[in-house]
């Protein structure tokens, strides 16, 4: 079965933490880039990070740099996302999801398997 489950979201002042996971079940992590996306009320689905099949390259949007960690952990098939010093504009509900490819560039278009999602409050 294939499935990808997020958990780890919650409420959280601005300035926090909060390390989200996203548990893969299936042939959709190991080989494959995965990311994370967010969608905040009222706005369109937008890139967060990504990272490539071996966990050596990371690549992030600019609104997050410097800020949000990917990593992965290829005994557990688990994707993780340290976010650290939140920001009220951080507030979304965060998808996590694998790339048809292996690279942490593929475009947004190449990510056919995506969670259920996990919300994320940062209040100010």
């Known amino acids: 079965q294939v499935q990808l489950v997020e958990s780890g979201g919650g409420l959280v002042q601005a300035g926090g933490s909060l390390r989200l996971s996203c548990a893969a079940s ?12 967010r969608q905040a009320p009222g706005k ?9 099949w071996s966990g050596g390259y990371t690549h992030y949007a600019n609104s997050v740099k410097g800020r949000f960690t990917i990593s992965r952990d290829s ?17 979304a509900v965060y998808y996590c999801a694998s790339g048809s490819g292996a690279g942490a560039l593929i475009p947004t ?12 409050t940062v209040s100010s």
């Open 109 to 120: 278009s190449s990510y056919p398997y995506w969670g259920q999602g996990t919300q994320v």
């Open 26 to 37: 299936g042939p959709i992590f190991s080989g494959k880039a995965m990311a994370w996306f």
């Open 75 to 91: 005994t557990k098939n688990t994707l993780f996302l340290q976010m650290n010093s939140l920001k009220p504009e951080d507030t």
């Open 44 to 52: 369109e689905r937008e890139f967060v990070g990504s990272i490539d």
